[in-house]
């Protein structure tokens, strides 16, 4: 069972930036997708950015595209989410992922085995 530890968050003024780091307690090369999710108060978690962790091949959600980064640091067994821009609307509890099954890497909450426990984002205008 591997366990995801996420850290960076905290309090920003729209326009600034923060980057998220996300450790896995052991290799996850061997794991078909990594992702970042948010979910703010009152709202359903959705889908921020993802990335195949063999290819590397990125894809973001319309609303942060543009303004935020997924990476990974294999040797750190870690991934970023690097956040520039950002707005109140970006205000939320973000968590990782990982997906191990083989396929087609998408939004769905259902196909990330692990998730960590998230960090707080806030963005005051």
């Known amino acids: 069972q591997v366990q995801l530890v996420e850290s960076g968050g905290g309090s920003v003024q729209a326009g600034g930036s923060l980057k998220l780091s996300c450790a896995g307690s052991r290799y996850t090369a061997d794991s078909n997708c990594l992702a970042w999710f948010r979910q703010a108060p009152g709202k359903e978690r959705e889908g921020v950015a993802r990335?195949?962790?063999?290819?590397?091949?990125?894809y973001y959600a319309d609303s942060v595209k543009g303004r935020f980064t997924i990476s990974r640091d294999a040797t750190k067994n870690t991934v970023y989410l690097q956040m520039n821009s950002l707005k109140p609307e970006d205000t939320a509890m973000y968590y990782c992922?990982?997906?191990?099954?083989?396929?087609?890497?998408?939004?769905?909450?259902?196909?990330?085995?692990?998730w960590g426990q998230g960090t707080q984002v806030t963005v005051s205008s």
């Open positions: 990335m195949y962790t063999g290819g590397g091949s990125t």
């Open positions: 992922a990982v997906r191990w099954s083989a396929g087609y890497c998408s939004w769905d909450l259902d196909d990330f085995r692990n």
